[in-house]
């Protein structure tokens, strides 16, 4: 259920028994309204009326139709009535594709699982400085760095299968894509295996929107139709060095400044030009975003001092993107030369 009301400041009565009203509650809290609670029928004084007069009262099914009287004494008052279909009681996991660390690049069905969850096991890449604002639930932080491990991938599944056990609603909340060197299979099988019910909600994957940040396409008709992601984590062999280089189209390559010489040198030895152009995006969408365009001949001298998290394009499609931005900053020069003749 979304709620589209304004509650800041309202009374809500939400009715239901302990078990069920969980998640009814923190929507309620989350809208900004005041929640108060009626855990049985029976707590409606005798003389049919409410404990106070809410601005709304959440009916939560239970199973008790005794709550139907309540609901029968709110409408003669003038109260309106809400009804909220009761949580499953077991638990369940949801992993939830963060994008790109843009909150406006967040999807709707990442924002309906937030709002949902009872606890949020999130990474470092996810929208995380805005998640209090997004959800009621219980934030833990299980995010890795390299070389840092916070709390190990196994650590990680072990946590979303006992809260999930537990009957909670629980939310795994990833950069990017869980699909996408997000580890995500393996956190859908730890939770098959345990039996926990789980679904995935796709994100925006960095591969595409990091590099549409600065500009760059990573396709563009009659220049690239086609676009490879390669982790950056771990150095390719020579084969793929050389299937890579031979497949043609962009090379897109997450977190891949650790490994970055060890591309461009594999690359060159299978064939790759050294004028290719690369563009290392840091920090997409995020503060301090910055980008750094050389050649393949000479990126790593030009890389220096660039870390993760970053996206590196390699292909034709960088010349693309700086001929749009020397186009624009060549038509807003004209524009100022424009408006300071016609000042004059």
Request: aromatic share 2%.
């Amino acid at each position: 259920m979304q709620l589209t009301i304004d509650l800041t400041g309202r009374d809500v009565l939400v009715a239901g028994s302990d078990k069920t009203v969980r998640q009814a509650v923190r929507r309620y809290q989350h809208a900004g309204a005041t929640v108060h609670r009626l855990g049985t029928p029976d707590a409606v004084p005798a003389n049919g009326q409410l404990p106070a007069r809410p601005f709304l009262v959440a009916v939560v099914d239970d199973g008790d139709d005794r709550w139907a009287a309540l609901v029968e004494r709110c409408r003669a008052a003038g109260i309106p009535v809400a009804f909220e279909p009761a949580p499953g009681a077991a638990g369940h996991v949801t992993l939830v594709g963060g994008g790109p660390g843009a909150l406006d690049l967040l999807t709707v069905g990442a924002m309906d699982a937030l709002r949902d969850a009872d606890v949020v096991f999130y990474d470092r890449l996810a929208p995380c400085q805005e998640l209090a604002g997004l959800t009621a639930a219980e934030l833990v932080d299980v995010g890795k760095q390299p070389g840092l491990h916070k709390v190990t991938q196994r650590d990680i599944e072990k946590l979303m299968v006992e809260a999930a056990l537990l009957g909670k609603n629980v939310v795994r909340l990833k950069g990017g894509d869980p699909y996408v060197f997000g580890r995500g299979g393996e956190e859908v099988a730890a939770c098959v295996a345990a039996g926990i019910p789980v679904r995935v909600v796709s994100g925006v994957t960095s591969a595409i929107s990091v590099p549409a940040a600065a500009g760059i396409p990573v396709t563009h008709r009659e220049v690239s139709h086609m676009f490879t992601v390669v982790s950056g984590h771990a150095p390719l062999t020579e084969k793929e060095h050389l299937h890579l280089a031979g497949l043609g189209g962009t090379i897109v390559v997450l977190m891949g400044i650790g490994t970055l010489p060890q591309l461009a040198a594999g690359l060159r030895r299978a064939g790759m030009t050294s004028d290719m152009p690369v563009a290392v995006v840091e920090r997409g969408y995020r503060p301090g975003q910055r980008t750094t365009i050389a050649d393949l001949g000479n990126i790593e001298t030009a890389a220096t001092g660039c870390s993760n998290p970053a996206v590196l394009v390699i292909g034709e499609v960088v010349r693309v993107a700086e001929a749009n931005r020397n186009h624009a900053e060549a038509s807003a020069e004209l524009s100022r030369l424009a408006a300071s003749l016609l000042e004059a």
